[in-house]
């Protein structure tokens, strides 16, 4: 994408679970080359806005445009292919694989039939493509020393940073990533941002979906702010940080 172009639009999206509003007719923006920060108080809806986003739920009312071409309606894996590669918040992983079976594998762990005979349905040299796609990947994020170890021995930092590099593989224009944060160190949550600030510097597109205000501040260009299912505020991180009424959506939790 051109620095810039409008990459992602969420037109007033909604979701209603029977009676209750998880999103209320929620609309925002990102932009090529932009971190976006999705933040609010527990409940607030944003994993149900990153789903809508993503195509792992369908919306009540609203649209999702990605790249000028509406994706609001089409299956999860489309969606994917077109360029919007998320993360999930609970590390998915094999764990007595290596880090670069792992991320080699990531697409075919993410899908819902059989992994290893789809895997064996590669020829050879697919297969080989797809393992140098993963060191690439890997190298990108500064795991390359890590990549021989097994998944499972991994601290959580490192097992998130997983994750980032196998949503890297197939290039993505926007990477969604779900509180990649969530029960880091301090020491890896300081890995995580400089990663996350390198991708930037490349180029990269990000949504950020986080609870720890501290960690999106320093982060982000811009901060939508979730209350209820409703968008409270969005601005720069100075003007989310300077309002009083997310500071009491904050305080009120
Ligand atoms: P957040 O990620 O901001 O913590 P969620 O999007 O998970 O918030 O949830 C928003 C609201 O929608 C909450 O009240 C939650 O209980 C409700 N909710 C989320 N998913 C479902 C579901 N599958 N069925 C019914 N209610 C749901
Ligand atoms: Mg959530």
Request: contains cysteine.
């Amino acid at each position: 994408p051109q620095p810039g172009e409008l990459l992602l639009d969420v037109d007033k999206v909604r979701k209603e679970f029977g009676g209750l509003v998880a999103v209320n007719d929620v609309s925002f923006q990102i932009r090529a080359g932009e971190i976006v920060g999705l933040i609010g108080p527990n409940g607030a809806g944003k994993s149900t806005t990153f789903n809508l986003v993503s195509g792992v739920l369908s919306l009540t009312r609203g649209a999702v445009s990605f790249r000028g071409g509406r994706v609001s309606g089409l299956p999860s894996r489309e969606i994917a292919r077109r360029g919007m590669s998320r993360t999930f918040q609970h590390v998915k992983m094999i764990a007595d694989m290596t880090v670069l079976e792992n991320v080699t594998l990531g697409s075919y762990l993410r899908g819902s039939s059989g992994t290893a005979r789809a895997m064996l349905r590669l020829d050879r040299a697919e297969e080989l493509r797809l393992f140098a796609e993963a060191e690439v990947q890997l190298e990108r994020i500064g795991m390359a020393a890590q990549m021989h170890e097994l998944a499972g021995n991994l601290a959580l930092g490192p097992q998130r940073l997983m994750e980032i590099a196998r949503a890297l593989c197939s290039d993505p224009a926007l990477l969604l990533l779900d509180e990649p944060a969530a029960g880091l160190r301090l020491k890896e949550k300081q890995a995580l941002a400089e990663v996350l600030r390198q991708l930037k510097r490349e180029g990269m597109s990000i949504l950020l979906v986080e609870h720890d205000m501290e960690f999106v501040m320093g982060l982000t260009d811009r901060i939508v702010v979730m209350e209820f299912g409703t968008k409270l505020i969005e601005g720069t991180p100075d003007e989310v940080q300077a309002s009083p009424a997310v500071m009491a959506a904050y305080l009120g939790t």
